[in-house]
């Protein structure tokens, strides 16, 4: 993380690549704040441009003077898709304190004297796209979980996710009682119906997000539809040995019905170590990846290395499954403001947070695993992606999730039959504008 997002705006810190943009540097405080009438050094080096000489890296440089907002304004031509470091240096007046000679020569600015900070420029295919933090698999006390499904939902908001799916084994009903009391709340997160299929048994658990509809439940109330259709899917296979026919006619199935709701199948730890055993067996898991019958891998699992290890395999072998990531949590954190649950996330790169942008993005390979077991933590997926993302997360999220601190425990007072407060409600919406506004200075859009 660069801790100077806290003390400067970079608006925008997003651009079109090899295009003329104006870079506004705004302080925050006034251990920032620049002084009228000095002129202060900027430089611009982009990341992926690299000399033979270390001492002569091509870099811009800008003389430039506060206009009448205090903000330092210029422009520059960010060539191809990467990131670019910017580098600020206050000239000796503005470092001199009061009190200079009594604190021993000490400048004002002290390390602060050298700021850094940074942009990244897109090609055309990215810009114009935002990224959403989401969960794709967790549970509440109406399964296995602890929270009930409102502090679970608050908690994430907390924490800055965009969007999140309520898993809950054999049900929808938790996913469906959030997206009900939250549905008119003023808050820039989306919820989807989510739940952990357990069909014909709870030997498999499959996830299903963004459904009209819940897969279990069909089950429950067309079970002789269900084997039928299982059996049709069984007989026509064509698997190795080493593969549990109708285990796989079963994952089938239910991939289908989660596309015929409108949502997404996700091959959930496959390498959850399970009475010492993988969950499921590492040839099924390959196998259900070749074909493609799920829309997505949660990369986040027991023996990570193990399925990381697999999906690069397959990729390098011309198996494109796109990836997520999760918590699988049963007890979200009301007081992390980074994080609500230890394990991971998905990243996803979309339009807007709407149900269907976010679902296609993730079919589109426009999404990312990020694994919270390490400090910082560790992003998976393609090189061009990953790159936009340590970023965002170093530059863009830090103080996201710091705006939207507050938020989720707003949402947690709301009411599960009836409406909220109106001072709730306005309080909400007040501190959603805070967050969606800093997003749109830093996107640019």
Known sequence: MNRQVFNYSVIPSIVRADTVS?????????????????????????????????????????????????????????????KHVIFLTRPEEDMRSLYYEINNHRGRFGENASVTLAVYSLREDLYGLKCYKGEVHCHTCE?????????????????????MAITDHFTSYASEKAMRVFRDAPVSMTLFLGEEVHVPTERIHAVHIGGRESINEYFRSHREAAFARVAEIEAALTLPDTVDRNDYAWRVFIAEKAREFGGLAILAHPFWVWSSVYFIAPAAAEQLMRDGVYDALDLRDDDMEAAVALWADLRADGVKIPIVGSTDSHRSSPDDPKLAARGGYTLVFA???????????????????????????????????????????????????????????????????????????????????????FSREFYGY
């Not at 009438?37 to 270390?54: C, D, I, K, N, P």
């Not at 399964?143 to 969007?163: E, K, M």
Request: glycine share 8%; aromatic share 10%; hydrophobic share 35%.
């Open 143 to 163: 399964s296995d979980g602890i929270q009930d499904p409102l502090h679970t939902v608050g908690n994430y908001r907390n924490a800055g996710y965009d969007f």
């Open 22 to 82: 104006q870079i506004r540097i705004r302080p925050l405080g006034e251990n920032g704040k620049f002084k009228q009438g000095l002129s202060y050094q900027v430089s611009v080096r982009a990341v992926e441009t690299a000399s033979r000489h270390y001492d002569a890296l091509p870099t811009a440089v800008y003389e430039v003077v506060p206009d009448e907002d205090g903000c330092l304004v210029f422009e520059h031509t960010f060539v191809g898709e990467q």
């Open 351 to 437: 339009p807007d947070r709407s149900h269907r942008s976010i679902t296609d993005a993730i079919r589109a390979d426009r999404s990312l695993c990020v694994s919270t077991k390490s400090d910082p933590e560790f992003v998976y997926g393609s090189f061009r992606l990953v790159k936009l993302a340590r970023f965002l997360l170093d530059h863009y999220y830090p103080v996201y999730q710091k705006l939207c601190w507050g938020q989720g425990t707003l949402m947690a007072e709301y009411p599960v039959e009836g409406m909220p407060d109106a001072k709730t409600v306005s309080l909400l919406a007040a501190l959603n504008e805070r967050s969606d506004a």
